[in-house]
């Protein structure tokens, strides 16, 4: 199976394993690239230091390609010049301004993917040098920019951007949703929330049980309900007590919510998690882990078991390759 994305980016599968804030740690990233796709990193939560051992960690574990996730609301020179020093191949930028980030990139020799929600933005993307487009779909968990789900946006991006692969994010969690997005015109798939279920994803159990429990109709997109940490920016997760309390009062504003100040779980460092943080149901997570924002895509219904992340993007390209052929 080889698609533009898999040779431009020199990997077999066209998977790309979507970058998780703090549950895609080197072993998930390595093994998504060593099982033929394309593992993401998300390191923009991390000082320059800490990223730089990740990223060597990465390194030990595969010697496949592999790329590093900064988020341009954070945007911070040093990532980029540890990403630069330490040879990153690939580099993965959402949200926001990315000022000469694309640039300096690719001086250094390093391919940039740049996630969009709009044809308009995807446009904007290739004119500053993007070598692929993330195209995320209004489906999608976590910190989703656009209203538009993937299926009206893959196509639209794919017509407004040429040669430029496009990789197709959001509500993909198998095959059939792979093969899909290759009859719109994408050239892989970016998946998130079916790897929450790796072995080697560090989700917190209580999380993992949520999301085993959940159907597609079981999540809900959020314009500003866990902005606390990262405001404007909306968001899709499971629906959950948290959510239940704020809509019954209302939807009011950060400073009016009911039951804000509790502090719902710690971390091993001992920073403590605030009810409406934007933050992520680790393993090492201690407390209350049900109120916290679940992130997770409308796939989460095809998300049943745990398996090594292999497992998983062998299953996916075999699924897909049964229905069309790339
Ligand atoms: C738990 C979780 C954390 C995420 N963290 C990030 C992140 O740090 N950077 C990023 O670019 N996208 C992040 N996303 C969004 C994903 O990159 C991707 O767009 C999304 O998971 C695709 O939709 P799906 O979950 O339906 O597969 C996150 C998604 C989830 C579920």
Redesign the pocket.
Known sequence: MSTAFCRKFGVEHPIVL????R??PPELVAAVSNAGGLGLA?L?TDGPDTMRSEIRRIKELTDKPFGV?L?MDFRNEEQLDVCLEEGVEVL?L??GDTGNFVERAKAGGTKVII?ASTAESAREAVDLGADAI?A?GW??????EGKVSTMALVPAVVDAVGEVPVVA?????DGRGLAAAIALGASAV?????F?AAEEAPVHPVYLERLFAASEDDTDHYDDLYDLVWPNAPHRALKNSTSAVWEAAGKPPLGERPREGDVLARRPDGVEIPRYASA?AFAALEGEIEPLPL?????VGLVNKVQPAAEIVQEIVKQAKAIVDF
């Open positions: 979507a970058p998780m804030g549950v895609g998300p923009w996730n988020n993965s959402f949200w996630t993330c995320q489906e999608a968990g976590g910190h989703v994010a959001g509500g993909i969690a970016w998946i998130g929330t079916r929450l992520v992130w997770s895509g409308q796939g």
